[in-house]
T-cell receptor, first 107, second 116 residues
């Protein structure tokens, strides 16, 4: 089993839609969690950290369920500029990246 | 301030040749990672340096791959006797140490390696 698993997608959604990505991790000792965004042919960049109580940053909401070892990212009111690959990242003794979920927002 | 830099940005080599890829992390970042990303694929962890500790080499795909980090700063990833399947973008990232939320990874722009 991979340490971090994500649905690869692609998710094709119209502008204005709400879309959710899920991620599961295998190591219960994992201590911190992140979502990164990677645009085509670019390097990954931090989108947001994922706190135990859940956190929101504008149209983006991240949730963590430690009992189920599950992380989610919700994007509301999707924009064309949200089109990218979203990488789930789990930190145990080092950062481990999921393979990413590709999102394509269309007009 | 300066981010993570990598050189060269592109490298084309012939099968069987050795290549060296360089990474300059952000000053003060003691953690340094190398990843490989093939076209349309996710990030594949290669190796992790943390301060003066022994590196975590668990992701290196074969003994043709090696990396070193001199003086806790610049790192070089060496691939010997390159094969066509080594073609990929090699990404370097640095961060502060630890497992907290403050140790965001900052990535360099990558080196695109093509083995003919």
């Amino acid at each position: 089993r991979k340490e971090v698993e994500q649905d690869p997608g692609p998710f094709n959604v119209p502008e204005g839609a709400t879309v959710a990505f899920n991620c599961t991790y295998s190591n219960s000792a994992s201590q911190s969690f992140f979502w990164y965004r990677q645009d085509c042919r670019k390097e990954p960049k931090l989108l947001m950290s994922v706190y135990s109580s859940g956190n929101e940053d504008g149209r983006f909401t991240a949730q963590l369920n430690r009992a189920s070892q599950y992380i989610s990212l919700l994007i509301r009111d999707s924009k064309l500029s949200d089109s990218a690959t979203y990488l789930c990242v789990v930190n145990t003794d080092k950062l481990i990246f999921g393979t990413g979920t590709r999102l394509q927002v269309f007009p | 301030g300066a981010g993570v830099s990598q050189s060269p940005s592109n490298k084309v080599t012939e099968k069987g040749k050795d290549v060296e890829l360089r990474c300059d992390p952000i000053s003060g970042h003691t953690a340094l990672y190398w990843y490989r990303q093939s076209l349309g694929q996710g990030l594949e962890f290669l190796i992790y340096f943390q301060g003066n500790s022994a590196p975590d080499k668990s992701g290196l795909p074969s003994d043709r791959f090696s990396a070193e980090r001199t003086g806790g700063s610049v790192s070089t990833l060496t691939i010997q006797r390159t094969q066509q399947e080594d073609s990929a973008v090699y990404l370097c990232a640095s961060s502060r140490p630890g497992t907290g939320f403050y140790n965001e990874q900052f990535f360099g722009p990558g080196t695109r390696l093509t083995v003919l």
